[in-house]
């Protein structure tokens, strides 16, 4: 199925006559391919360093727009001539492509900003972004609004912004490369999560990270409102170093401060200046884990603001069914809960993970993309009985449970890492697949690294296999 989307023929003054290069053909590529279409651009370039099948099919997609295509090209030479570059957030600050194009001083934009100038002031959008629980919290608020949701978890902005009529309302969850190139994206509500060291092999440093996510309220005015999960020191440190120029909105998950939303006597409760009361008990939420309730009450605030009931917001929080591959139970067996949560790809949502969870036989490794798993060295000697390393960041993992005393196997794979989990865990235990690392050492996704534990899981019930055992 073709990834391209559908976009409005309109001029953009901001794009007449400039020669456009987009670097990359993925998803975010071929949708800002898709929204330059009509808006009086002279010529436009598009650059992969990659040339499979699926790269060449959309290539032969920009070429049938009139594009200028190179694959498996890394020289920015080609750029020649270009003066404005839509950047795909595979791409790091350091990459040939990049780097040469911002050094020939080309203007770098995100997708999502492209999609951005493309509506023209038209939708309301809300924002979210943070280390951590972005994409729950998205759908959480997209449902609490009726809205459609896009952005880094699922289709492109110029998908929904960059059409005739775009929706009256979009929720867009933004990582920090999309937002490291976005000068005048305009979040009507800016949502910041947490904030704690990660992809430091794209960004210099965490200064950049940190920079980064501030931009979802850096084109803020006066009426908009940066929503600010307090709890998180990370979060915390980022409003101090870049002050919102809206309205903060805190959110704890104590008791609510007077304009924000927080918890009391077991209920999510709002204190805003139009919607003050009780929005949901926790008892009726699908999860009691501290991370979803603190993405539950970023959410809620976010929708409340944004126009939605409380009423509304309490009853969609409350139907929630969170996504695959967070903190997801795959089976109990023998009294032993088996938890497949791939999507922390970083040591702080590993963390968060382990906290919540008192005996635990921990999988975790992968691609450690620059950080530093020491943070976790303190959860190890009073949750964790086993770690079971995996993956290119194996030694790490290994390392970080030999200082904190706690034994552990090296395993290689997801498959031998559940065998051994199983030969091990105890009734009581939680077997805990929390990699605090990317997947791209051994998976193409995290999706796919946790479909990976959930049929080795399944695979243990084969007679043949307990046979084996």
């Given at each position: 199925m073709s990834t391209d989307v559908v976009a409005a023929d309109a001029a953009v003054p901001e794009l007449v006559g400039r020669r456009v290069a987009v670097l990359g053909l993925g998803l975010s590529g071929a949708a800002a391919l898709a929204a330059l279409a009509?808006?009086?651009?002279?010529?436009?370039?598009?650059?992969?360093?990659?040339?499979?099948?699926?790269?060449?099919?959309?290539?032969?997609?920009?070429?049938?727009?009139?594009?200028?295509?190179?694959?498996?090209?890394?020289?920015?030479?080609?750029?020649?001539?270009?003066?404005?570059?839509?950047?795909?957030?595979?791409?790091?600050?350091?990459?040939?492509?990049?780097?040469?194009?911002?050094?020939?001083?080309?203007?770098?934009?995100?997708?999502?900003?492209?999609?951005?100038?493309?509506?023209?002031g038209r939708t309301q959008l809300v924002a979210i972004t943070g280390t951590n629980g972005k994409t729950t919290t998205t759908e959480l608020a997209a449902?609490?609004?009726?809205?459609?949701?896009?952005?880094?978890?699922?289709?492109?902005?110029?998908?929904?912004?960059?059409?005739?009529?775009?929706?009256?309302?979009?929720?867009?969850?933004?990582?920090?490369?999309?937002?490291?190139?976005?000068?005048?994206?305009?979040?009507?509500?800016?949502?910041?999560?947490?904030?704690?060291?990660?992809?430091?092999?794209?960004?210099?440093?965490?200064?950049?990270?940190?920079?980064?996510?501030?931009?979802?309220?850096?084109?803020?005015?006066?009426?908009?409102?940066?929503?600010?999960?307090?709890?998180?020191a990370g979060a915390r440190q980022v409003r101090a170093t870049h002050p919102p120029p809206a309205r903060v909105v805190p959110v704890t998950l104590a008791a609510p401060p007077r304009g924000g939303v927080g918890v009391a006597e077991d209920t999510l409760v709002a204190r805003l200046p139009h919607a003050e009361g009780p929005i949901a008990a926790l008892a009726d939420l699908p999860s009691d884990e501290p991370a979803f309730l603190a993405d539950a009450a970023c959410a809620a605030a976010a929708a409340l603001i944004a126009g939605a009931d409380r009423s509304t917001v309490g009853a969609r929080l409350a139907a929630f069914r969170p996504g695959p591959h967070r903190l997801e139970e795959v089976a109990v067996r023998r009294g032993v809960r088996w938890i497949n949560d791939s999507k922390a790809t970083n040591p702080h949502a590993a963390a968060s993970a382990l906290a919540a969870h008192p005996s635990v036989v921990w999988i975790a490794g992968g691609l450690l993309k620059g950080l530093s798993l020491d943070a976790l060295g303190e959860l190890l000697p009073d949750r964790v009985r086993l770690v079971l390393a995996i993956g290119e960041g194996a030694q790490a993992v290994a390392d970080l449970a030999a200082r904190a005393q706690v034994p552990v196997r090296h395993a290689g794979t997801i498959a031998e890492a559940v065998l051994l989990a199983a030969q091990h865990a105890e009734p009581g235990d939680t077997v805990l697949l929390s990699p605090a690392a990317a997947s791209f050492d051994q998976f193409a996704s995290y999706a796919a690294r946790g479909e990976a534990f959930r049929d080795a899981v399944a695979a243990l019930d084969d007679p043949a296999r307990e046979g084996a055992r």
């Open positions: 009509g808006t009086g651009v002279e010529a436009v370039v598009a650059v992969d360093t990659r040339d499979t099948d699926a790269v060449r099919a959309s290539g032969e997609r920009a070429r049938a727009r009139g594009a200028t295509v190179h694959l498996g090209c890394t020289d920015p030479a080609v750029l020649d001539g270009c003066d404005l570059a839509v950047t795909s957030p595979g791409l790091p600050l350091a990459h040939p492509l990049l780097a040469g194009a911002l050094a020939r001083g080309l203007e770098g934009w995100s997708e999502p900003e492209l999609a951005w100038r493309r509506a023209s449902a609490c609004l009726d809205a459609p949701a896009g952005g880094n978890l699922g289709p492109p902005l110029c998908g929904l912004l960059a059409v005739a009529e775009p929706p009256p309302t979009v929720v867009a969850e933004l990582s920090s490369f999309q937002l490291r190139f976005s000068a005048t994206l305009r979040a009507h509500v800016g949502v910041l999560l947490n904030l704690a060291p990660d992809h430091l092999d794209w960004h210099p440093d965490l200064a950049d990270y940190a920079a980064s996510k501030a931009r979802v309220w850096a084109n803020q005015q006066g009426e908009d409102a940066a929503v600010i999960f307090v709890d998180d």
